[in-house]
Antibody, heavy 120, light 111 residues
Framework: QVQLVESGGGVVLPGRSLRLSCATSGFRFFDFAMHWVRQRPGKGLEWVAV????????YYTPSVQGRFIISRDNSENTVSLHMSSLSIDDTALYYCAAARSNSWHNFDYWGQGALVTVSS | QSALTQPASVSGSPGQSIAISCTGT?????????VSWYQHHPGKAPKLMIYDVSNRPSGISNRFSGSKSGNTASLTISGLQAEDEADYHCSSYTSGNTPYVFGTGTKVTVL
């Protein structure tokens, strides 16, 4: 059974950092690119970042470029998102999602999300 | 990169068919056959329903179908059932300043 479980969410002050993790099981992790997608309150989904199957390629949406870092550990089947210089606009439910390496644009498997609230 | 445009809500009675539109530009929906659709019951993990415009993953009911014309993609749900009540999101690969863009989301209500 495929499972993706996000952790690390919480309430954080503006300007501070937070690290999200996503533990996966039930599929061949190495065969998949891994994404982070977020949903701000009352809004639609927004793509945030992706890392290739081997960690060699990483791409970010412009609003997080230079502040967020995506990484993966293929020995632990996990993907992480290190978020720094957080602002109120980063408040969202963050999902990790897996996409087969030959079709990064199809998000095959998703987690249930981790809530990040940036507030003073 | 602007979000793809979806209707905020669509409703139908059990057994009916409904269609959800997803409108973009020639840089995303119109320029690539890389449109996918996701069903999302709040509090649960989103689920891939349609990929590459019109393909169903294994295990997805054939009541769900996808199509595209120009810059607009559509998801059709036929034989509407109570369990279909959920939020639906489209997404597309894009040649814009971000490689992937999602729609604004549509809440489907089964009357």
């Amino acid at each position: 059974q495929v499972q993706l479980v996000e952790s690390g969410g919480g309430v954080v002050l503006p300007g501070r950092s937070l690290r999200l993790s996503c533990a996966t099981s039930g599929f061949r992790f190495f065969d998949f690119a891994m994404h982070w997608v977020r949903q701000r309150p009352g809004k639609g989904l927004e793509w945030v970042a992706v890392v290739s199957y081997d960690g060699g390629q990483k791409y970010y949406t412009p609003s997080v470029q230079g502040r967020f870092i995506i990484s993966r550990d293929n020995s632990e089947n996990t993907v992480s998102l290190h978020m720094s210089s957080l602002s109120i606009d980063d408040t969202a439910l963050y999902y990790c999602a897996a996409a087969r390496s030959n079709s990064w644009h199809n998000f095959d498997y998703w987690g249930q999300g981790a809530l990040v609230t940036v507030s003073s | 990169q602007s979000a793809l445009t979806q209707p905020a809500s669509v409703s139908g009675s059990p057994g009916q068919s409904i269609a959800i539109s997803c409108t973009g530009t020639s840089s995303d929906v119109g320029g690539h056959n890389f449109v996918s659709w996701y069903q999302h019951h709040p509090g649960k993990a989103p689920k891939l329903m349609i990929y590459d415009v019109s393909n169903r993953p294994s295990g997805i009911s054939n009541r769900f179908s996808g199509s595209k014309s120009g810059n607009t993609a559509s998801l059709t749900i036929s034989g509407l059932q109570a369990e279909d009540e959920a939020d639906y999101h489209c997404s597309s690969y894009t040649s814009g300043n971000t490689p992937y863009v999602f729609g604004t989301g549509t809440k489907v209500t089964v009357l």
